[in-house]
Structures are given as C-alpha cells and as structure tokens.
C-alpha cells in the first residue's frame, strides 16, 4: 500500500505520548468493534486503495465519510492527511495529522504518515522523531517502510551517517529491498567510494532488472572506475532501452556529475 510508504509515533514537545512503559497494538492491527468503527472502517479502507492508485478525489470522499461516520477514527484523520499532502493543502494535511495523533499518541502508523509530511514540507529534521517511534515499536507491521522513509528524508539533508544507518537496518530487514541497496551505492558514490558503490549495485542487479536511474549510476561509477567496457555496456542499455529518460539526456549533453 503506497499509504504505507508514510507512517509513525510521538517524540516531539507538544505531542501526547502514550503512558511509560505502554506499547498499543498499532490501530491498523486492530478490528473495528461496533457498528459505527466497522462501518468507517470500510469506507477508510476503500479510501486507502483509492489513495493507492492516486485517486485522490474518491479518498477524500471516503475519508470524510468515515469521520462523518466515526469521528474518534483515527486512521480516517491519517488518509484525509496523505490525501492533503498530495494535493499541497498542508494547512488541511498538519490539522488532520494532529488530530490522529491526538487520538492514538504512538500509534506508528499515524505517526510514519506525519514523519513522511513533515519531510515533504522542509521539515526533515524533525520527521527523525516521528520515523524513530514508529521503527522502535516492535509490535509495528512495516519497520522497512518507516526505515526507508527515514533514510530519504536524511538523504534530503546530506545526512549520509543518518541514511547509512536506516539503510543498513534495512537491509537486516530485507535483504532484497532495491531502493535500500541503490542508495547505499548512492552514499558509496558521494563519498568516492566507487567499489564499494559498485558492489551495491552488483548486489542489487542480482533481484533486479536495471533502471535509467540505476543505470547511470552504474555509468557514473564505471567512469570513475576507468572500467570503459563497463561505461560502454551501461551507456548502450540507456540510449536503447531508456532513450527518453533524463538520465539519458544528461548522458547525451555530457552532465555526468
């Protein structure tokens, strides 16, 4: 669930945190009870899957039609969040983050979602709060979602340390997530550790087929690496399978860094 890729808990001053030493089984996990939970919860559910294929109009309609229905639903306040993300209403998407959160403080569902917000809104620094309550919840389903979400918004920052460490947690977690070993070999690249950045992207073309983007990343390290079969190789596979990507328009112009 795309929904999923923005989720988390509560570590920041003004927020409510659960009682010490608590650990709620994450909302998402629980079943409605009552006529009037299960009934929202259908709707927040068809509301997800809209959300999911970027229906943004029909999940804002059922989000509305859960809360009109349940009004202490907090995962309905979640997708009426995501949707106002995508559609830059960010006044709209912090009201119905706060009142998730004000509803279930720790849930790491709600409080991922309000991490990946604040990132997307220039507010990297204190999304890490909100990623690092969610990963530590150990009864939370989708640790690698929030780990990659942490490690992209770090990312955004030039925080390599940051990303290097989600990152390998990560990969402790799935060992053949693409995107975890791609911005490894990223890091690798920025810091001209170029084998290093080439082994990564050994491992990852061993689960998966390349993309523009990995592909000029395997160019950009080959260059570095004087390997010219391997360039050749990586700048034939742009120009035949990605001609209209703009990595292969930076290749075409010259633009290697």
């Not at 709707?43 to 229906?55: C, E, F, K, N, V």
């Not at 059922?62 to 907090?74: F, K, N, P, W």
Request: net charge neutral.
């Amino acid at each position: 669930m795309k929904a999923l890729f923005v989720l988390m808990a509560i570590f920041v001053a003004g927020c409510v945190s659960p009682p010490s030493g608590t650990l709620p089984q994450p909302l998402s996990q629980q079943t409605g009870k009552g006529d009037k939970r299960k009934r929202a919860q259908i709707h927040a559910d068809l509301g997800y899957a809209y959300y999911d294929s970027q229906r943004y109009g029909p999940a804002l309609d059922e989000a509305r039609t859960a809360i009109g229905i349940d009004g202490s639903y907090a995962l309905a306040f979640n997708l009426l969040g995501l949707v106002y993300t995508e559609l830059h209403e960010n006044a709209a998407a912090e009201e119905a983050f706060q009142r998730a959160l004000q509803i279930v403080p720790g849930d790491p569902d709600v409080s991922n979602s309000y991490g990946w917000f604040l990132c997307k809104t220039g507010q990297e620094q204190k999304s890490q709060a909100y990623f690092q309550t969610a990963i530590r919840n150990p009864l939370y389903s989708a640790p690698a979602m929030a780990l990659l979400n942490s490690a992209s918004c770090a990312l955004k920052i030039k925080n390599d340390a940051l990303a290097t460490d989600a990152l390998n947690q990560l990969l402790r977690i799935e060992p053949d997530n693409a995107r975890g070993l791609y911005l490894l070999a990223e890091i690798s690249y920025r810091a001209a550790r170029y084998s290093e950045a080439r082994y990564r992207l050994t491992e990852l073309y061993r689960r998966t087929e390349p993309t523009a983007e990995t592909a000029w990343l395997s160019l950009r390290v080959a260059r570095k690496l004087s390997d010219r079969a391997d360039e050749a190789r990586f700048m034939s596979l742009l120009r035949q399978r990605f001609a209209d990507a703009p990595e292969t328009q930076k290749l075409l112009q010259g633009h290697f860094e």
